[in-house]
């Protein structure tokens, strides 16, 4: 049976900070420079 | 070393093939011969294509002609579709041939059969909208697989724009058009994006936009979803496209097979056998793939397609495809070195090879329909399996090598998705995925759902979507061999 609605209808939202980081250029700054070292490093690892 | 002049016959320029070309060429330069045969003039970007989708890219982005790029790199191109391979030749020589059908406007409908010592398979999927009446772009739906097809889902989506604008009530639906479906990553980036552009251009309060797939949960993607770290604790992709569906204030359906579509209307069963429809003002539901109809014959030119290839049309590679329960399939049934068991110097690669089992588990309706995920083939893995092959062939070709030297497992190796939810420099978002390995290895990560607790990520934000621009942006510039293009990781 799909429950999927139920579970979307249920799920937690992002709190307010969260959603702040998200846009915060700044953090997204950091998180873009690790999240493409992380992939390089993986590409490289498993490639 | 090999001292005559090899030639290896590569059958598709999409992700794959194009990368085999690339590196093969780069390995055996001008000494031996490669050529490429390919029914497309152009190389097409497709992850893009979402946004193309949307109008918030233009085609010729995503595009750029093959042609000059070969001939900047000494590679043959053959604008053609290959038809039938004759992996022990026909009556006239024992070599391996391929007959091929030119699609080049100068001598379209013009034949050939072209002998190879190597051929890599890397022709992609048949985009099977046949499958479901009334599906794709001849039928009620729009579909991004193609950018020119994406370019008509932009026009809809333009004029559903308009009748929000107009005070109208309007139904988007974006999902999957088959039981059968792969790419469901596609899909949800899509019907983010379109929810995106509903709320920039400030019509979302009338539009209901509704993800419709054959999932058997949100977050499955057709890997069987995964597990991993997000502020110190386990949390499953199944959680976290459930927030941000909700965050969204999207609507899903999931478990779905589409049977058939009416203008304006969707029937699809559920797993439960629950016969429903959904009405629509805009679908865009993908296609299920097939292979493409490649014919394989013998040197009596007896048909020995079933020995070559499975009877999905995708090519038998060294994977095990004994018949066996789901629950019985591991990692290490898949395919390593992608090499034909019949025929030892054909290989199959990106979607052409055939998987040996579904990664997500599959499910039926009581009446038999199919409602399973086909295992995705995404842009990395495709690359990587890619240059693997070409090692291999240059390999065999430079030193002797009388089996594969290289191999590339979905089992082993790991992959990167970062799926769109919003395109723009500062408001822009993703999901940033990685994956490892892409097929879940239970007896390595009992725990962690089959994979890497540390190198199986999730994370959304403004970052991820900076990260699937600059992709974009540095792998056409990979595809088209400018200069240093191999230090850029597939």
Sequence with gaps: MDTTQSHIDAAPLPSARELRRRSNVLVQIVRFLRMNLSMYLLAKRHH | ?490
């Excluded at chain 2, 085609?59 to 042609?67: G, R, S, W, Y």
């Excluded at chain 2, 060294?318 to 629950?327: E, I, L, R, V």
């Excluded at chain 2, 759902?449 to 970052?463: F, Q, S």
């Design chain 2, 1 to 490: 070393m090999r001292s005559e002049m090899a030639r290896v016959v590569v059958l598709g320029a999409g992700v794959s093939g194009h990368t085999a070309a690339l590196y093969l060429k780069k390995r055996l330069g001008a000494a031996h011969e490669v050529i490429v045969v390919s029914p497309n003039s152009k190389w097409n970007w497709i992850p893009s294509n979402i946004w193309v989708g949307v109008g918030k890219m233009s085609a010729t982005k995503v595009v750029f002609p093959l042609a000059p790029i070969y001939r900047r790199k000494r590679i043959d191109f053959r604008q053609a579709k290959a038809v039938a391979i004759r992996p022990d030749g026909d009556e006239a020589s024992p070599q391996g041939a391929v007959d091929i059908v030119y699609t080049d406007p100068m001598r379209t409908g013009q034949t050939e059969r072209i002998r190879y010592d190597y051929l890599v398979n890397a022709t992609g999927p048949k985009l099977n909208f046949e499958a479901t009446p009334g599906l794709g772009p001849d039928g009620h739906t729009v579909s991004v697989c193609t950018p020119s097809h994406a370019v008509e889902a932009a026009k809809h989506f333009d004029s559903v724009i308009e009748e929000l604008k107009a005070g109208h009530k309007q139904t988007l639906v974006v999902g999957v058009g088959h039981g059968t479906c792969t790419c469901e990553g596609a899909a949800f980036e899509y019907a983010f994006n379109v929810e995106h552009e509903l709320r920039t251009a400030g019509v979302r309060d009338k539009a209901e936009v509704i993800y419709l797939t054959n999932e058997h949960e949100l977050g499955d993607f057709g890997v069987g979803g995964m597990t991993f770290s997000q502020g110190g604790q386990r949390i499953t992709s199944e959680s976290w496209m459930d927030s941000l569906f909700r965050e969204r204030n999207m609507k899903a359906i999931t478990q779905a097979a589409v049977t058939k579509i009416d203008p304006g209307v969707i029937h699809y069963t559920q797993i439960d056998g629950t016969e429903n429809t959904q009405s629509f003002d805009f679908a865009m539901l993908l296609p299920p793939f097939r292979g493409v109809g490649l014919q394989a014959f013998d040197r009596s030119g007896a048909d020995i397609t079933d020995v070559v290839f499975a009877p999905s049309g995708f090519m038998r590679v060294d994977a095990n495809y004994t018949t066996k329960p789901f629950d019985e399939w591991t990692a290490e049934d898949w395919p390593s070195t992608y090499q034909n068991p019949t025929f030892h110097n054909v290989f199959g690669v990106g979607i052409a090879f055939a998987p040996p089992h579904a990664i997500s588990r599959p499910y039926a309706t009581p009446g038999g329909i199919a409602v399973a995920p086909a295992p995705p083939r995404t842009g990395m893995p495709s690359g990587a399996m890619g240059k693997m092959v070409a090692m291999t062939i240059a390999d065999m070709i430079q030193s002797g090598a009388t089996a594969p030297t290289h191999t590339a497992s979905m089992g082993e190796m790991s992959a990167a998705c970062i799926a769109s939810t919003g395109t723009g420099l500062l408001t822009g978002t993703a999901a940033a995925m990685t994956m490892s390995p892409i097929v879940p290895n239970f007896s390595k990560h009992p725990t962690t759902a089959g994979r890497h607790p540390t190198e199986t990520t999730g994370d959304i934000g403004l970052a991820a979507h900076w990260v699937k621009r600059v992709l974009h942006t540095m792998f056409i510039y990979k595809a088209k061999a400018y200069p240093l293009w191999y230090l850029i990781p597939e």
